[in-house]
């Protein structure tokens, strides 16, 4: 990231805890590639502090926040939107928008049976962009039943546990990063695996021309991230 000065535009990311996250690095990368006066900075958000802190975007001049854990549905509340889950704010005339590109990385992949694991935000949005998807989470359906699905989508947080075996014929969007078992289960069976960091640049790419305007570079983006080409 470069100078931030007077005439810098900013935007951020809400979350809490304020653990690390790759998205400053792809974001920043991208500004310095266009040459343009921008920085993405974390913006660590307790959630009871969350409808001041997207009242406090539009008074100090932000252009835009992402939003994460465990903010997305919460955030519906506190700005101008249809969407049931929002991962993007964009700032205009003082007024708060808010967005998801979540899902984003669907374009171009099979999606005639899918299925998504998981309740949650991440979950939400792409229940919206998926909406003939079966749903399956621990607190309502379990276990997951995904043997004539096209494509599954992993967006719980679970690392560790193996939650569906996928074949060859199947595609698994993975959303945590690093892989998780369940991707690395999934690869060794010869599925399609879209993991997590794919799905941050897709969704990154998205919110990027959501709040510029412009092309984003993806391919620097992508290098940020340390994604082969």
């Known amino acids: 990231m470069g100078e931030i000065s007077g005439t810098t535009t900013l935007v951020g990311l809400l979350r809490w805890p304020g653990k690390h996250s790759l998205s400053p690095r792809m974001h920043n990368a991208a500004f310095a590639a266009l040459g343009i006066d921008w920085a993405y900075v974390p913006l660590p958000t307790p959630p009871d502090r969350l409808e001041e802190a997207v009242r406090g975007l539009a008074a100090l001049g932000f252009a835009g926040a992402n939003v994460t854990t465990p903010h997305k549905l919460a955030v519906t509340a506190f700005c101008e939107t249809e969407a049931p889950s929002v991962n993007t704010l964009v700032v205009r005339d003082g007024r708060v928008a808010g967005w998801t590109t979540d899902a984003a990385i669907l374009d171009g992949l099979p999606q005639q049976r899918p299925v998504v694991i998981g309740d949650g935000g991440v979950a939400t949005a ?5 909406p003939h998807a079966r749903q399956f989470a621990r607190r309502t359906t379990w276990p997951p039943l995904v043997a004539d699905a096209d494509l599954v989508v992993n967006a719980t947080s679970e690392r560790d546990a193996v939650l569906v075996e996928l074949g060859a014929d199947q595609t698994l969007v993975d959303l945590p990063y690093p892989e998780t078992a369940t991707g690395a289960a999934a690869r060794r069976a010869g599925a399609v695996v879209v993991d ?15 709040w510029t305007g412009v092309a984003a570079p993806v391919e620097v983006m992508r290098d940020a991230l340390g994604l082969p080409e």
């Open 126 to 130: 792409f229940m919206q962009a998926l």
């Open 196 to 210: 997590g960091l794919e799905v941050l640049l897709a969704q990154g790419v998205a919110a990027f021309e959501l």
